[in-house]
């Protein structure tokens, strides 16, 4: 069992730590200089995320009863501490007001280096000594691959480290028994993604954000003059940077190690390239290219050789575009504070762990899908070499194999979507074609055109001709329909806002008889993809409930859950989220700016969300609020009081905070309205502290979508119309069995396919959510979420939602007293899954 620190909500905590169902002392019982030492250093590259990784890890050190250090300018700076002729402290103590006010930050507040003498054992003998002088055993270390073998190296060398200073003097007997053990925990910063076992990367996500940034400036010139532009990302011998911006700016040709051209790849480019502008209209073509990119001989491809073929072969003006650095600077993104933070949190709680089982070996904490897990360090670290080493042989589909789950599913994606080409005009137009209907319902998020570029693109691929409407059930009502073609979805990807228009109307509110003479009129009607929010949830509830009266809604519906919200049963991400949860960030961030030089001040901000609390706790954990109120959990005055009465203490204390955030939920209480909260802080506070209010409104969902919501968009809208296509054979295959044997349709597991769907006519043909869950994508089915959906509150059941277990950890890490259990769970690499999205929870039965 994981490590857990239970501290009841009620007041009443029992003081402990429980693990592996042990009771150990709460750390912070002891007197101060008898707790343990942790220290937390950042080595190799910097990322964006690490400076809130680093607030978490000494925040709940701290809080969970450590001495914590920071390490400054890694390894190098765990041997140079105190060395002359400087003489510089590199190992200091922190306190709760070292890392105040860091999380909007880049880079990494402690420094970082690549340490040359660490590579030695007598500098790692160096390192040894100025740690136990201080008491340290416990180590969180920030870094790649070449940080974490390092760390690992030295925990298994330490005790005859210490043997060696024992025995030199340099250390004492008593020292050498207290701190015999080195304790180990790691957390991935690397922008490149290229640690194989978790997903994502610390400071991967605000990367994809600056390589975005470029493309969507880049593709406007570019229009203009009809001109080519080859990109190089960073990414070394990883190619996930590449492959991702390639999805999220429909880059025409892609390079990355993992999956080479064949040597003519200048021919197949150059075709590639000229189809999109005379089959597809565009007006510009954008390549991506992997800096380590090679072809299948292992010859390296360059940005300037891809240029030159494609101005020797098509003449085409032709710019390149190195990112460089670029990539690694700015703020970090919503992903990267909040990834941070968990991460950090799981790595403190994996030492506690370590200290009451000494036999554990060094871990990793790591994400899979949307489950933090942690795993043997050192075995991922074989796994990520073993992908290198691949390449080298070139064993390029092994070396995809073993790069995850996170990296062949985006692969597979682009795979799709590259081998797509446009249908002659006339084929996608056919009447003869079964047909899919695209609806948006309820409030615009960005993302949502994303997702219909890559369902019109697959549908129209796999045979479907795909009709869109017009402003939502209204619209269809009026018979607002229109042709979706290959050409008209061009450039959506990077696009805020709704293509097709879209309004708040359920269907049953449009009128369900209207919407079913509406779509009689459709003809070969095969389906209809919902693209919204709760509305759209609501809609598809009502007309999947309606079959039997309206038989021609007796189709299979999907829904796409597109929503700042968040509050979609059947999915822990909707399509929008992200980009709304980044808008609110940077808000934040502004804020925080403007009280500089202020003397104490504290923001009330009110964020969107219905009544669902999503937006408003992951934006005051990524922005370090200090507080954040929302509908799931109660509040009353005696709590807004006792915030305030937390807020003065810490501004007069000593700890340096001069800002302070509060965020309330649109819909948190009906009574303790934005206004209500803003007067009684403002109030109580006076003689402390000053008080703001700020609404942020409509600001939330608009803008660009970010790389996330693209990315979430476009594997939603292709697995869609492949579930569709999948639905249709099944139909199709259903209804020639009936016609051959004369027998009714019975059961799907007689169509012999993956896909519960029957018969287009079917009253039992079925209807499903498309989604991300803790282990990956699934599309469930509607009949399995109606029982978690609470139609009052327009939202799933409070105890369904994995984002509430994280309000503790806010409050922890604003110096609250709470409750927060371990959101880990061990596993070793073997038990990842390394499948492809089409194999996970496919199917609706």
């Known amino acids: 069992m994981a490590g857990s620190l239970f501290v009841h909500a009620s007041g009443s905590r029992r003081s402990s730590f429980e693990v592996g169902g042990c009771t150990e002392t709460l750390l912070r019982m002891l007197p101060q200089g008898e707790r343990p030492a942790l220290a937390v250093l950042t080595s190799g590259g910097d990322s964006q995320g690490m400076n809130p990784a680093i607030r978490a890890t000494v925040r709940m050190g701290i809080y969970c009863g450590f001495r914590v250090y920071l390490v400054y300018e890694g390894y190098e700076g765990m041997i140079g501490d105190g060395e002359p002729p400087l003489n510089r402290e590199m190992i200091r103590e922190a306190t709760w007001a070292s890392v105040s006010n860091v999380t909007q930050l880049g880079g990494t507040i402690i420094g970082s280096a690549r340490?040359?003498?660490?590579?030695?054992?007598e500098g790692r003998l160096l390192a040894a000594r100025n740690l136990v002088r201080r008491g340290i055993n416990n180590l969180v270390v920030i870094g790649g691959d070449g940080s974490l073998t390092g760390a690992d190296l030295f925990r298994r060398e330490w005790p005859?480290?210490?043997?060696?200073?024992?025995?030199?003097?340099?250390?004492?007997e008593r020292q050498r028994m207290d701190y015999g053990l080195l304790h180990i925990a790691g957390m991935v910063g690397s922008i490149d993604n290229d640690f194989c076992g978790t997903d994502m990367t610390i400071g991967t996500d605000s990367a994809l954000h600056r390589i975005m940034e470029a493309c969507d400036a880049i593709v406007t010139t570019a229009q203009s003059h009809q001109r080519a532009f080859v990109m190089e990302v960073m990414g070394r011998h990883c190619g996930y940077l590449a492959l991702v911006s390639a999805l999220c700016c429909e880059a025409d040709f892609l390079f990355i190690p993992e999956e080479p051209p064949?040597?003519?790849?200048?021919?197949?480019?150059?075709?590639?390239?000229?189809?999109?502008?005379?089959?597809?209209?565009?007006?510009?073509?954008?390549?991506?290219?992997?800096?380590?990119?090679?072809?299948?001989?292992?010859?390296?491809?360059?940005?300037?050789?891809?240029?030159?073929?494609?101005?020797?072969?098509?003449?085409?003006?032709?710019?390149?575009?190195?990112?460089?650095?670029?990539q690694r600077g700015g703020a970090p993104s919503a992903f990267d504070r909040l990834l941070g933070c968990r991460m950090a949190a799981e790595a403190v709680l994996a030492l506690v762990d370590a200290r009451a089982d000494?036999?554990?070996?060094?871990?990793?904490?790591?994400?899979?899908?949307?489950?933090?897990?942690?795993?043997?360090?050192?075995?991922?670290?074989?796994?990520?070499?073993?992908?290198?080493?691949?390449?080298?042989?070139?064993?390029?589909?092994?070396?995809?194999?073993?790069?995850?789950?996170?990296?062949?599913?985006?692969?597979?994606?682009?795979?799709?979507l590259k081998k797509l080409h446009s249908p002659a005009a006339s084929l996608q137009s056919q009447t003869a074609s079964p047909t899919l209907l695209v609806v948006m319902v309820g409030a615009p998020a960005c993302g949502a055109n994303a997702c219909i570029r890559s369902f019109v693109r697959t549908g129209i691929s796999n045979g479907f001709r795909v009709l869109g409407v017009n402003g939502s059930f209204e619209g269809l009502a009026r018979g607002n329909i229109r042709q979706l073609t290959w050409e008209c979805v061009t450039g959506l990807t990077a696009t805020g806002g709704s293509f097709l228009g879209t309004k708040r109307a359920t269907a049953a509110e449009v009128g369900l008889d209207k919407i079913s003479d509406a779509l009689a009129k459709v003809g070969n009607l095969s389906g209809i993809l919902l693209i919204g929010g709760f509305e759209a949830y609501t809609s598809m509830v009502q007309l999947h409930e309606s079959?039997?009266?309206?038989?021609?809604?007796?189709?299979?519906?999907?829904?796409?859950?597109?929503?700042?919200s968040n509050n979609v049963p059947g999915t822990d991400f909707s399509i929008?989220?992200?980009?709304?949860?980044?808008?609110?960030?940077?808000?934040?961030?502004?804020?925080?700016?403007?009280?500089?030089g202020t003397q104490r001040r504290v923001f009330v901000v009110e964020t969107m969300g219905g009544n669902c609390g999503y937006l408003a706790t992951l934006a005051g954990l990524a922005g370090g609020a200090d507080a954040a109120y929302i509908t799931e959990d109660k509040?009353?005055?005696?709590?807004?009081?006792?915030?305030?009465?937390?807020?003065?203490?810490?501004?007069?204390?000593?700890?340096?905070?001069?800002?302070?955030?509060?965020?309330?939920?649109?819909?948190?209480?009906?009574?303790?309205?934005?206004?209500?909260?803003?007067?009684?802080?403002?109030?109580?506070?006076?003689?402390?502290?000053?008080?703001?209010?700020?609404?942020?409104?409509?600001?939330?969902?608009?803008?660009?979508?970010?790389?996330?919501?693209?990315?979430l968009a476009t594997k939603f809208g292709v697995k869609s119309a492949d579930w569709f296509l999948r639905a249709h054979s099944a139909a199709t295959a259903a209804a020639t069995k009936n016609s051959t044997d004369g027998e009714a349709v019975g059961d799907a597991a007689d169509c012999g396919d993956d896909i519960d769907s029957l018969s287009v006519d079917s009253h039992l043909a079925r209807a499903g959510i498309i989604g991300i869950t803790r282990r990956g994508t699934a599309i469930r089915p509607l009949s399995e979420l109606l029982p978690v959906t609470d139609f009052k509150l327009r939202m799933p059941r409070a105890d369904t939602q994995w984002w509430l277990r994280l309000r503790p950890l806010l409050r922890i890490l604003a110096k609250h007293e709470s409750v927060y259990e371990s959101d880990s769970v061990p596993r070793s690499l073997s038990e990842q899954s390394f499948v492809s999205d089409d194999q996970v929870w496919i199917t609706l039965g």
């Not at 005859?160 to 004492?172: F, K, M, P, V, Y």
């Not at 070499?385 to 064993?395: P, R």
């Not at 039997?548 to 597109?562: M, N, S, W």
Request: glycine residues 6%; charged residues 25%.
């Open 576 to 596: 929008g989220a992200d980009t709304a949860l980044n808008e609110i960030a940077q808000i934040i961030d502004k804020l925080k700016q403007s009280a500089v």
């Open 262 to 326: 064949a040597p003519d790849w200048p021919d197949v480019m150059c075709n590639h390239l000229s189809k999109a502008r005379t089959q597809g209209g565009k007006r510009l073509n954008i390549v991506i290219v992997a800096e380590g990119a090679i072809d299948t001989e292992g010859a390296p491809i360059s940005a300037a050789s891809v240029r030159d073929a494609i101005v020797q072969r098509l003449n085409y003006d032709t710019r390149i575009t190195v990112l460089g650095h670029v």
């Open 635 to 711: 509040f009353d005055l005696s709590v807004l009081l006792d915030d305030v009465r937390h807020l003065k203490k810490k501004m007069v204390d000593g700890s340096a905070q001069q800002i302070g955030l509060i965020l309330r939920n649109e819909n948190a209480n009906e009574n303790y309205s934005t206004d209500f909260v803003y007067r009684v802080f403002k109030e109580e506070g006076k003689g402390v502290f000053d008080c703001r209010s700020n609404v942020l409104g409509h600001m939330q969902q608009g803008g660009t979508p970010s790389p996330y919501d693209r990315n």
């Open 160 to 172: 005859a480290l210490l043997e060696d200073l024992h025995r030199s003097g340099a250390i004492t």
């Open 358 to 416: 000494p036999d554990l070996p060094s871990t990793v904490v790591s994400l899979e899908a949307n489950q933090a897990v942690r795993l043997n360090l050192m075995d991922c670290v074989q796994r990520t070499k073993a992908v290198n080493e691949a390449i080298m042989a070139k064993e390029y589909a092994r070396s995809v194999e073993l790069r995850g789950k996170s990296f062949q599913n985006n692969l597979i994606t682009y795979r799709t």
């Open 115 to 121: 340490s040359a003498r660490f590579r030695t054992r």
């Open 547 to 564: 079959r039997l009266t309206y038989p021609v809604f007796g189709i299979p519906l999907l829904l796409a859950p597109c929503t700042i």
